[in-house]
């Protein structure tokens, strides 16, 4: 058996740019990702319970390595208690319409004496009435969104589950995209593993030791943090900053881009321009 | 936002709207009362394929006869043990079984409790209580719940087959979740919506499929875990009125097929208006 070719050998030129940009916007999306995904579903969480009148609003997303549901985020006067609560997946309303996909409204559910009183005094906060909602999508099922107590109603209607399922779906929409982002730099690494294997990518991407991809990560991504990319990295890290500023000083800042924008066309224009007269000469 | 933005597989079913049902019937207004007085179900088997029944809850009448919980084994395969206990871990179930022996007080209820705890394996553990209880001779199943899972269209394909050919009738919840779900939209499955009239006795037929029947699922008071009591909202227990109906047909005519039964279910539904 000849022994496995060296991995940098099988990378060539174009290979090797294309993985350093997949580096480069990866590095960029994780820069700028921290804390994206908690701010847009605090934003959901925020417009349902400014929508329905409810007292609480809170989103509970699954997590696979403790195999059990968190509530991430909550909004409403009386729904901070429940931040960082974690259920079994099938366990209670929010269990159920995980697992199950059915989304489903109660009220009255004080009348029953077992049903979920242990997780929801835990909270600090018994409702009267709930609306949950899967957080669904063709990949499956990543958690719940729950609505409770309308100040205007002791109930939820159909069609506020509907329109529950609507603001889900958003907050679906969003956890994916900003999970692909955050898995950027491990399916690089998943990538290259395969690429480095002995038998292409076809083999599983254990079949490469941690040394040789760690070398075709050092290859590929060796001059994202060099002198060229520096100041890009600056706009980045500042571009991040941003998410602390409030209204007036990001308007300041749209204004200043603005400036500078329109500086750098009016620049290249009055570039276009000359090179145009020249080719004429 | 439009309407048209909303997941609404309950919109034919609601206030107004029911008027775009009406209809002229190929068999006319078939007799309610030549089908459904004194009939209460006897003979029949319900499966409930749920979050578990409560056996002792009074509003089951202790006509839970069998209680199953599938689970996976250390193989990572489905396995069928029976639930002694009779337990239901969240009250779905329970409210499910609750309505189906209001209305056909006579139907054996049979418990498949399908809560797998692990998110992955879920629509295995579904398929597999629906297999068992295919199986094991349910005249009705009731399924509240469904399967979003691309990799598991073949397999409730097949089991819905199945079920229609082995004349097991599946009455199941429709997903009011946009896109495809499994076996709710499947032609043979009798897939159910909820209406807001606040009756049992009511219900319509949708010549506009998937979702063939709207039924009572609006404030419905229902059993729940614990031996409570809940006010419930949701397709989810509009099924089961479907189921409780069916078990009644099944009870008054043994031999009725599946599509004899939904034939019947159609021709004996409320006109809107």
């Known amino acids: ?281 | 936002m439009s309407d048209s933005d909303l997941p609404a597989w309950s919109e034919p079913f609601v206030g107004d709207r029911r008027s775009s049902l009406l209809r002229s019937r190929p068999l006319g207004d078939l007799d309610r009362a030549a089908v459904f007085d004194g009939a209460d179900g006897a003979g029949v088997t319900v499966a409930i394929i749920d979050s578990g029944v409560e056996r002792d809850h009074p509003a089951v009448g202790g006509k839970l006869v069998r209680s199953v919980v599938i689970e996976f084994d250390e193989d990572d395969e489905p396995t069928v043990r029976p639930d002694s206990e009779a337990i239901d871990v969240v009250g779905h179930g329970t409210a499910c079984a609750g309505i189906i022996h209001g209305l056909a007080p006579a139907a054996d209820l049979v418990s498949v409790r399908v809560l797998g705890p692990d998110n992955k394996g879920k629509g295995q553990i579904f398929a597999a209580g629906l297999e068992w209880a295919i199986a094991e001779g349910a005249t009705v199943a009731n399924l509240s719940l469904s399967s979003r899972s691309e990799a598991m269209f073949p397999v409730f394909h097949d089991l819905a087959d199945r079920a229609y050919f082995t004349n097991c009738l599946l009455v199941s919840a429709a997903n009011n979740v946009q896109g495809a779900s499994y076996p709710s939209l499947f032609a043979s499955v009798v897939s159910v919506a909820a209406h807001d009239v606040a009756d049992p006795w009511t219900w319509f037929y949708n010549p506009a499929p998937p979702v063939e029947f709207g039924a009572y699922g609006v404030d419905v008071e229902v059993a729940w875990k614990g031996g409570g009591h809940a006010v419930a909202t949701g397709n989810s227990f509009a099924a089961p009125h479907i189921a409780g109906l069916a078990a009644l047909i099944r009870g008054r005519y043994p031999e009725a097929t599946p599509f004899e039964v939904k034939t019947i279910l159609a021709a004996t539904a409320n006109q809107p208006g």
């Open chain 1, 1 to 281: 058996m000849s022994p496995a070719r060296r991995p940098a050998d099988r990378l060539d030129a174009d290979a090797l740019e294309l993985l350093r940009s997949i580096a480069r916007r990866g590095s960029i999306a994780r820069r700028l990702e921290d804390g994206a995904e908690r701010a847009v579903l605090r934003s959901i969480v925020e417009a349902t319970v400014a929508l329905f009148d409810a007292e609480a609003s809170s989103i509970a997303l699954f997590d696979p390595g403790r195999n059990q549901l968190v509530f991430e985020v909550a909004a409403g006067e009386q729904g901070q208690g429940v931040i960082g609560l974690a259920i079994a997946p099938d366990q209670g309303i929010a269990g159920y319409v995980f697992t199950t996909g059915q989304p489903l409204a109660l009220s009255e559910v004080e009348r029953d004496a077992r049903f979920g009183r242990g997780a929801a005094e835990a909270t600090g906060y018994v409702p009267r009435s709930l609306v949950a909602v899967p957080l669904i999508d063709d990949s499956g099922s990543l958690g719940v969104l729950e609505v409770l107590d309308k100040r205007s109603s002791a109930a939820f209607s159909l069609r506020d589950i509907e329109l529950a399922s609507v603001f889900a779906r958003q907050a679906t929409v969003a956890i994916r995209a900003s999970r692909v982002e955050r898995d950027m730099a491990s399916l690089l690494q998943g990538t290259l593993a395969a690429l480095a294997s002995p038998g292409g990518t076809t083999d599983p991407p254990s079949a490469a030791t941690p040394a040789t991809v760690a070398r075709i990560v050092e290859l590929a991504t060796r001059d994202l943090d060099g002198d060229d990319e520096g100041r890009l990295w600056a706009i980045v890290d500042r571009v991040a900053r941003l998410r602390q500023a409030d209204p007036g000083e990001l308007d300041l800042l749209a204004e200043i881009l603005e400036v500078v924008a329109r500086r750098a066309e009016r620049r290249a224009s009055q570039r276009r321009r000359s090179g145009r007269a020249r080719g004429v000469e």
